[in-house]
C-alpha cells in the first residue's frame, strides 16, 4: 500500500473518490493537480509506466471528475496512457505501487478493476464509437440525465474507427460530447495532414458570439426542433466559413466545435464544460496540452518519456546500460537488418503506423527516408498502403506490433493475400509482453495468420535466424509473416552472414528417443535446455525448432511420426489455432495419432506481470516444460 501522508499530499491524501473532489474550489483542485504530478513523479521513477500523457492529463481528468457525476456519467478514454490522475482520484491511489504487476492494478482502464472504467482501453480510436454507443443505449433504456464524454488524442482521432465514430455520432440524435486532448504528440512525432490542420485550427471569438445569438433567438422564437437542429447547425457553419475563410472540419460533419482552449487552465475548462454539457446534439471541444507536464525532462523529449523506465525524480536522469557488450533487442536487430537489405535491394520499403521508434523502422527512416512511410495510427491503411506498394513492384516490409496488426486481419486477406503480394509482415512483441497485459499481448497472431491461404508463418529462435528469415522474405514473391518477441535476444554477436532458408524446413536441435519437443521461436532455445536438463536425469528429448509455423516441415513430422513417442508442442502464442494446432490437423490428416500435449496460452485472456511470470502460469517455463515431458513419458513414452 501507498501511504499518502497529508504533508506530502495536502489535498490528494484527503480525495478517496471524485464526490470528495467536488468540494474544493478552485485553488483546493489546482493543488490537487500538483499532488499528483508530485506523486506519480515519485512513483514512476521507481515503479514505470506510462508517464508524459498522464501528466500532460492532469486539469482535464480533474476537470472531467469535477463537472460530471461520475461514475453515473460516462468517461470513456482513449489508449488508456493518460489514465494514472483518473485512477488516483477513483479510489485507487493507495494501491498505485502494485500498477502493471502481477494480481496488482493494471496500467489502463479496465471495467473488472472499477465502476468508473467504463470501457476497456489498450489500442486506439476506440472511445467515440464505444462513447456513442453508450451513449445511444442510454437514450433507449430511458436515461436522459446520463452525460456520455470520449476523451480522444490528436493521434488517434487520425484512425479510421475515430472517423467512423464521428461520422456516426454526427447523424445521431446523441448529446455525446467529444473531448480532443491535443498535446500534438503521440509516442512518435505526429504525422498526416489532420494533425497539420488541428496545429492550426481557431474559432473566430465574432463567429462564436454570432452563432450564440443567432441560436438564442431562435429559441425565442421556438423554431428550434429536432428536426430543424440539423439544418441550424448547417447554417450555423456557413456563417463561420464566411467569417473565418475555412470549414471547420468537425462542424462540417455537424458536429459543434469548441475551442481550442488551453487544457492545463482548470477555472476555464469547468466553465466550458459547465456550459456546454448539457446542450442537445454531438459536440467536441478541443483542449490544448503540453505532454509530460509539470516535469521538465519529460515536457522536452516526450517521446522519451512515454513510458521511459526507472529514472532520478530530482534530476530525470535514467539509469545507463553497463559497459559490458549485451544483446541487443530484437526490433533493434530487426532495423539494422533492415537498413542492410535496403542497401541491396532498391526495392525495399518500410511501412509502420505511428511506431517507427517502437519498431526501430526509425533505422530505415534515417538512413532511406523517402522509402520508409508512416502511416499514422492507421494498422488496416498500412497493410493495404503496403499492398498498393507491393502491387507496382516493390516489397514492403511491414511492421507493426502483433495486437495492434490484428486490426489489419481483412486488409492482409483481402488486399495482399488474395492477389498474393510480396508483404513482408514483421510482426513486434509476438507473444506475451509482460507489464501492458491483456490489450497488448501478441498471442493470436498465428492463428490468425495460418488461415490466410498462402501466407507464410515463421519464428527465429534468436536473432541470427530472424536476420535469415528476413533475407527469405525478401525473396520471396508473396505475403510472408516473421513474428518476434519483445525485448532483447540471447546474442552479443548478433551480426551474420544473411542465408536464404528452404521455406517449410525446420531443424533438429537435440537428439532424443523419449520423447519430442517441437518448438517454434525463442521457446526453442528454451527447450533445449530443458532437454539437456533431463539428459542428466536419464531421460532423453528430441527437440526440433519447427521455424514455420505454416508450411509445417512435413519431413521432421513424419520422422517425429515414425519413432512412436509422445510429441510436446511449444508455443509463445494460442494453443488454439496455434502451432501445435497445426501439428495435431497435420498428423490426424495423415493417419499418425501420437500422444501430443500443447503448451502455449489457454483459452482466455491473460492479465499483466513479468514476462517470466506468466509464462509460469501459463505453463511455458522451464519447470512446465519439464514436468510435461515427465507425465508424458510416464503416461506412454519407452
Not at 102 to 126: I, K, M, Q, R, V
Not at 209 to 237: A, D, H
Not at 250 to 257: A, M, P, Q, S, V
Amino acid at each position: 500500500m501507498v501511504e499518502l501522508n497529508e504533508s506530502d499530499y495536502p489535498v490528494l491524501s484527503k480525495i478517496k473518490y471524485p464526490s470528495d473532489l467536488r468540494k474544493l474550489d478552485i485553488e483546493g483542485l489546482k493543488q490537487v493537480c500538483a499532488d499528483m504530478r508530485k506523486f506519480l513523479i515519485k512513483e514512476l521513477s521507481h515503479n514505470p509506466g506510462h508517464f508524459a500523457s498522464s501528466m500532460g492529463a492532469m486539469e482535464l481528468t480533474v476537470a472531467l471528475h469535477y463537472v460530471f457525476d461520475t461514475p453515473d456519467d460516462r468517461i470513456v478514454w482513449d489508449v488508456g496512457h493518460q489514465a494514472y490522475p483518473h485512477k488516483l482520484l477513483t479510489g485507487r491511489a493507495g494501491l498505485f505501487d502494485t500498477n502493471r504487476k502481477l494480481g496488482g492494478l493494471s496500467g489502463f482502464p479496465n471495467p473488472a478493476e472499477s465502476e468508473y472504467d467504463t470501457f476497456t482501453a489498450g489500442h486506439a480510436s476506440n472511445s467515440i464509437s464505444a462513447a456513442l454507443g453508450m451513449s445511444v443505449a442510454s437514450a433507449l433504456k430511458g436515461e436522459p440525465k446520463r452525460h456520455v464524454v470520449a476523451v480522444i488524442g490528436d493521434a488517434s482521432i487520425g484512425g479510421g474507427l475515430a472517423f467512423e465514430g464521428l461520422n456516426n455520432a454526427a447523424n445521431s440524435a446523441s448529446n455525446l460530447l467529444i473531448i480532443l486532448n491535443d498535446n500534438d504528440m503521440s509516442i512518435d512525432r505526429n504525422v498526416g495532414s489532420l494533425n497539420s490542420y488541428l496545429a492550426k485550427l481557431n474559432t473566430s471569438k465574432r463567429y462564436n458570439n454570432l452563432r450564440y445569438k443567432t441560436y438564442k433567438l431562435l429559441r425565442r422564437m421556438n423554431l428550434i426542433s429536432r428536426q430543424s437542429s440539423s439544418r441550424i447547425l448547417r447554417f450555423n457553419n456557413s456563417i463561420k466559413s464566411l467569417l473565418g475563410g475555412e470549414q471547420n472540419i468537425f462542424e462540417g460533419l455537424n458536429i459543434r466545435y469548441f475551442g481550442p482552449f488551453d487544457g492545463h487552465d482548470i477555472e476555464r475548462m469547468i466553465r466550458v464544460l459547465t456550459d456546454i454539457k448539457d446542450m442537445k446534439g454531438p459536440k467536441l471541444l478541443h483542449l490544448r496540452t503540453v505532454k509530460g507536464k509539470g516535469f521538465a525532462p519529460a515536457e522536452r523529449d516526450p517521446a522519451t518519456w512515454h513510458a521511459p523506465g526507472k529514472f532520478d525524480p530530482l534530476t530525470g536522469e535514467r539509469p545507463k546500460a553497463g559497459q559490458e557488450p549485451h544483446p541487443l533487442k530484437y526490433q533493434d536487430v530487426f532495423g539494422n537488418t533492415l537498413v542492410e537489405l535496403a542497401r541491396g535491394n532498391d526495392k525495399i520499403v518500410g511501412i509502420t503506423a505511428a511506431m517507427p521508434s517502437g519498431t526501430s523502422m526509425s533505422k530505415l527512416q534515417e538512413a532511406f527516408p523517402e522509402r520508409t512511410f508512416d502511416v499514422g495510427i492507421s494498422e488496416g491503411h498500412a497493410v493495404t498502403f503496403s499492398g498498393g506498394l507491393a502491387k507496382e513492384g516493390l516489397h514492403p516490409f511491414c511492421a507493426i506490433y502483433s495486437s495492434f496488426l490484428q486490426r489489419g486481419y481483412d486488409h492482409i486477406i483481402h488486399d495482399v493475400a488474395i492477389q498474393h503480394l510480396p508483404v513482408t509482415f514483421c510482426i513486434d512483441r509476438a507473444g506475451l509482453v509482460g507489464e501492458d497485459g491483456v490489450t497488448h499481448h501478441g498471442l493470436f497472431d498465428i492463428a490468425y495468420m495460418r488461415t490466410i491461404p498462402g501466407m507464410v508463418v515463421s519464428a527465429p529462435r534468436d536473432e541470427h535466424m530472424l536476420r535469415h528469415l528476413m533475407y527469405t522474405a525478401s525473396l520471396h514473391d508473396g505475403p510472408f509473416a516473421i513474428r518476434y518477441p519483445r525485448g532483447a535476444g540471447k546474442l552479443v554477436e548478433w551480426e551474420c552472414d544473411l542465408k536464404k532458408l528452404e521455406i517449410g524446413r525446420g531443424e533438429k536441435l537435440a537428439d532424443g528417443d523419449r520423447c519430442v519437443i517441437l518448438a517454434i521461436g525463442p521457446l526453442a532455445l528454451r527447450a533445449v535446455e530443458v532437454a539437456e536438463s533431463l539428459r542428466h536425469k536419464g531421460i532423453s528429448v528430441g527437440v526440433y525448432d519447427m521455424v514455420f509455423a505454416k508450411p509445417l516441415d512435413e519431413k521432421i513430422l513424419r520422422e517425429v511420426a515414425a519413432m512412436g513417442v509422445p510429441v510436446i508442442t511449444l508455443e509463445d502464442g494460442a494453443k488454439a489455432g496455434g502451432m501445435g494446432s497445426a501439428v495435431a490437423e497435420w498428423m490426424c490428416a495423415n493417419g499418425f495419432h501420437p500422444d501430443i500435449t500443447m503448451l502455449g496460452a489457454p483459452d482466455s485472456f491473460i492479465a499483466h506481470g513479468t514476462v517470466a511470470q506468466l509464462h509460469e502460469i501459463v505453463g511455458i517455463d522451464s519447470r512446465s516444460i519439464e514436468e510435461a515431458v515427465v507425465r508424458a513419458v510416464k503416461a506412454g513414452g519407452k
